[in-house]
RNA sequence: GGGCGCGUAGCUCAGCUGGCCAGAGCACCUCGUUUACACCGAGGGGGUCGCCCGUUCGAGUCGGGCCGCGCCCACCA
């Protein structure tokens, strides 16, 4: 340690992680059962991804977490692995060929997904080197990814199983349709944004003569129309409903149906129904049973289908020539502006095209009602509770999944197909000849939703599961709340026979110091790896730990800062330490005088207080309740209040002993800083852990508890800073110690002395001020170092303010409501609060 | 359209089940080289708790309304 009074942040951390990882500390073995032991299982990062500040502060809260249980003595895992992650991997693999001049196609798929797999051996370990950055202490030793060969097992295991059970099937449906990736996507992959189209009123003419007119956005469309549909209510047109409308540039006949769907107070109150390309239309199709028409094409172009005046025709196309052609034949009624929202790709950002295609569903009812079922009954406890009734009206809702996807890089489907009708689902190729295997792979999200069991071995009977599943807390983003948690839960019920967590903190979103979304795209992104280059890991795991609520929150670098002076503080209240105390000295609890009994009451306070916040999810206050300790206790007052002592080795050994259990006390949360002091720190104990990191945290002592030194330290502050107040203002120099005389202040001189740079005196003298604080006069008396009017001054000052505050108090006590119906204890507290004030004004 | 949440010091935020003079960090001002720390210490200034009504002995805290902002869900073409 020696001259140095800063600790460097960017020379000790490496250095430090690299004796965790050789220690093996991260790396439990699977013995004892799950009950007993503490996991986790990490949200598994994209492949593709780099750590974004949302993982910094996930990855503060886990390790947070997993630190204080692993020093509570519980075996602690927490899970590492990569995801996959289909479209953005498969994407970003694209790009890097398409730069090369080459492109998947002229690949093909075996050799594209070579190059995908060869792009995740280079580049893959990127963000589990920056977890480690960030002190995570993941276990790097068992590191699974979701296209492994064993977890790819499972996810055959659970397709084949749901497959037989019934619950996934091959539908003809409407999907969303991203034409930009060419893929179906799921609905939770579908963001609305708001757009502004036209609306077209259009003319179908009538069978009997005359026209019925609708409205639409999508004109082209109309191409595939199947009806025209009417609220069933609605007087205007019941007379046509079962009657016929003719198709314009198509001349179809359409019948004109009702339907409870249609608006009579939206558009003209008439429908044209598309069931080929709209989610309303389709359910109303199904209802009346309709052809379904398909115009659109997965290359976004009108399809033979729509006729050889349109086919070919991108859809944008399409919709200039359909409304020529309409304005042309005389068909056009009118067009007015329109904002509405629809629906876009979030991956590749196209406007989702509603298609009707084969694709492959899982049912849903049945998983949901379970998985709801183990957040209503407290098997799954989500935090904070607003989320989880966001998972229950999600499930209650609870749609068919689209689970199949036209991409290359992703579990293929376990299903092959032979002739017309022959269908073979099931984890090995069925003998004989001409079969042919599904091409399309599965959502991303369905091999994650067995990220808790499959990384643990799942189906084998492997004893990772037995000792740690389940896990105990998923954290997480709110955003996959749905797209994930929600699908763990159930599959692990279905499949590992358990919830997969207990407990599910939803943490907050970090956005730009502006209030706008932190995006690369916007510029607003704040790099977690350079605010640790600049602060260190440990300022930044508290920064974010500190700032972090049940809110989205702004990122604010002045609470890295905070963490950053923390840091600095307990490197030099170590150092303070190391320098006086007695040689030989061991950490030992040994209170000889007030305040030690003091600060080993207010350790355990600290103690109890930031295990119970942890506990509670509440990482805020656990940061800044540690920041207060050691500013506000630990180094303001207890290391103050030493100096001037004798550093004897009893008064050595309980300083020593403060300062260790303060570093297992802030370890969970700066893990590095305290490491690195854990080390500087003399033991008597040869038996204590080399590594603070693995070191136990003992229960907590309610021996120490001392509510009486807590009282009378309090008095001591008090006094000291109504003192220390009165010399500022009164102008006394800063070395000047002043002699003074107070009546009641028994044993708590000595400390006043100390910090407040006085001398207690007896003898009659006329004092020049009276200061007061917690019922304790002091008299300042006669010195050449006080100027009599700056003290006289301030001594009116205060007369006035306590005047002011005892009338208000006389105020509240001579209400008889007050005293009649407040609590005792509320009244009760009020007259005493009077009485001091009064003494204190009496004394002045 | 429905739901959730936010609006407290110049800035970013705490204030749990209503009750000691509304707090913290940063910024600002004054002072300071006393046996850790100037990435420091001591002290200070600064708030109609968005607005209006109401409940209550008492409201930043509860209820209603309004204004401003954010997020989630949603099949009115």
Request: glycine letters at 8%.
């Amino acid at each position: 340690m020696g001259d140095r009074t800063r600790y460097e942040p960017s020379e000790a951390e490496p250095r430090i992680l690299a004796r965790w990882l050789e220690s093996g500390l991260f790396h439990p073995e699977p013995v004892g059962s799950a009950q007993e032991n503490v996991s986790i299982a990490v949200p598994p990062p994209n492949v593709t991804g780099a750590l974004h500040m949302g993982h910094a502060l996930n990855g503060a809260i886990q390790d947070t977490i997993i630190r204080l249980a692993r020093m509570r003595g519980r075996r602690a895992k927490w899970i590492l692995g990569t995801d996959h992650a289909g479209i953005a991997t498969q994407r970003q693999v694209e790009k890097r060929l398409e730069a090369q001049g080459t492109s998947r196609e002229e690949l093909g798929r075996e050799r594209f997904t070579e190059a995908v797999w060869a792009w995740r051996e280079e580049f893959g370990g990127q963000m589990i080197e920056q977890f480690k950055r960030l002190g995570a202490s993941l276990d790097y030793a068992d590191e699974r990814f979701t296209l492994d060969a064993d977890y790819a097992r499972a996810v055959l295991e659970v397709f084949v199983a749901l497959y037989e059970q019934g619950l996934i099937y091959r539908d003809h449906r409407l999907i969303n349709w991203d034409p930009g990736l060419r893929t179906a996507v799921s609905d939770l992959e579908v963001q609305e944004r708001e757009v502004q189209d036209t609306l077209f009123h259009i003319a179908y003419p009538l069978a009997g003569g005359g026209e019925i007119v609708v409205a639409t956005v999508r004109p082209e469309t109309m191409l595939a129309d199947t009806a025209v549909a009417v609220n069933p209510d609605d007087e205007r047109y019941a007379h046509l409903v079962g009657s016929t409308a003719t198709l314009p540039l198509v001349g179809r006949e359409l019948p004109i149906i009702a339907d409870e769907h249609v608006k009579t107070d939206f558009g003209t109150g008439a429908l044209k129904i598309t069931p080929g390309h709209d989610p309303n239309d389709f359910e109303i199709g199904r209802r009346h049973g309709l052809d379904e028409l398909t115009v659109i094409g997965e290359d976004g172009r009108m399809t033979a289908q729509a006729g050889e005046r349109f086919a070919g025709l991108t859809v944008a196309d399409a919709q200039a020539a359909v409304l020529a052609a309409l304005r042309e034949e005389g068909f056009l009624r009118a067009q007015e502006p329109y904002l509405h929202v629809v629906p876009f790709s979030e991956r590749s950002g196209a406007r989702i095209e509603p298609l009707i295609s084969l694709q492959w569903f899982m049912r849903m009812e049945e998983l949901a009602g379970p998985a709801a079922d183990a957040v209503r009954d407290g098997r799954v406890r989500i935090h904070p509770e607003s989320q989880a009734r966001r998972y229950l009206a999600w499930l209650e809702e609870i749609r068919p999944w689209c689970i199949s996807r036209q991409l290359w890089w992703g579990h293929q489907l376990p299903v092959w197909y032979r002739g017309e009708g022959e269908v073979h689902v099931g984890r090995e190729a069925p003998a004989g000849e001409g079969w042919e295997r599904d091409p399309d792979v599965l959502d991303t999200w369905f091999s994650s939703a067995l990220w808790p069991f499959a990384t643990l071995g799942w189906p084998d009977d492997d004893p990772r599961l037995r000792a740690f599943y389940p896990t105990d807390v998923l954290s997480t983003a709110r955003e996959i709340l749905f797209l994930w948690v929600a699908r763990m839960v159930m599959m692990g019920l279905r499949f590992a026979g358990d919830v997969p967590f207990t407990d599910v903190y939803v943490h907050s979103v970090i956005q730009a110091p502006d209030g706008r979304r932190m995006s690369k795209s916007l510029g607003t992104g704040i790099d977690p790896l350079g605010e640790i280059e600049r602060d260190g890991a440990d300022a930044v795991r508290f920064g974010l730990l500190a700032m972090s609520s049940t809110q989205d929150v702004r990122y604010n670098p002045e609470k890295v800062g905070q963490g950053r002076a923390l840091a600095t503080k307990l490197f030099n209240a170590a150092r303070f330490a190391l320098l006086n105390v007695a040689p030989g000295a061991a950490p030992a609890p040994r209170p000889t005088a007030l305040e030690d009994r003091w600060i080993l009451s207010r350790l355990r306070a600290a103690k109890a207080d930031l295990a119970a916040q942890v506990d509670g999810f509440d990482f805020a206050r656990a940061a800044l309740g540690l920041y207060d300790f050691v500013y506000g206790e630990l180094c303001d007052w207890y290391l103050e209040f030493t100096k001037g002592r004798a550093f004897d080795d009893d008064l050595s050994a309980t300083v020593l002993h403060v300062v260790e259990e303060t570093l297992k006390l802030a370890h969970p949360i700066m893990p590095f800083v305290t490491e690195e002091l854990w080390e500087l720190v003399p033991t008597g104990d040869p038996a204590r852990p080399p590594l603070l990191a693995a070191a136990h945290i003992a229960p907590e002592a309610d021996a120490l508890a001392d509510p009486d030194a807590e009282a009378q330290v309090a008095r001591v502050i008090a006094v000291v800073t109504a003192l220390r107040r009165w010399r500022d203002e009164a102008g006394v120099r800063r070395g000047a110690v002043l002699p003074v005389r107070a009546e009641a202040i028994d044993g708590l001189a000595p400390l006043v002395e100390r910090l407040a740079r006085v001398r207690f005196e007896g003898g009659e003298d006329e004092p020049v001020a009276t200061v007061t604080a917690a019922g304790i006069a002091v008299d300042v008396l006669p010195t050449e170092e006080v100027d009599t009017g700056a003290a006289q001054r301030r001594v009116t000052d205060q007369r006035e303010h306590l005047r002011g505050e005892i009338a208000r108090a006389e105020g509240k006590l001579a209400n008889e409501g007050f005293v009649g119906k407040a609590p005792p204890p509320v009244v009760e507290a009020e007259r005493d609060k009077l009485t001091r004030l009064r003494t204190e004004l009496e004394a002045l």
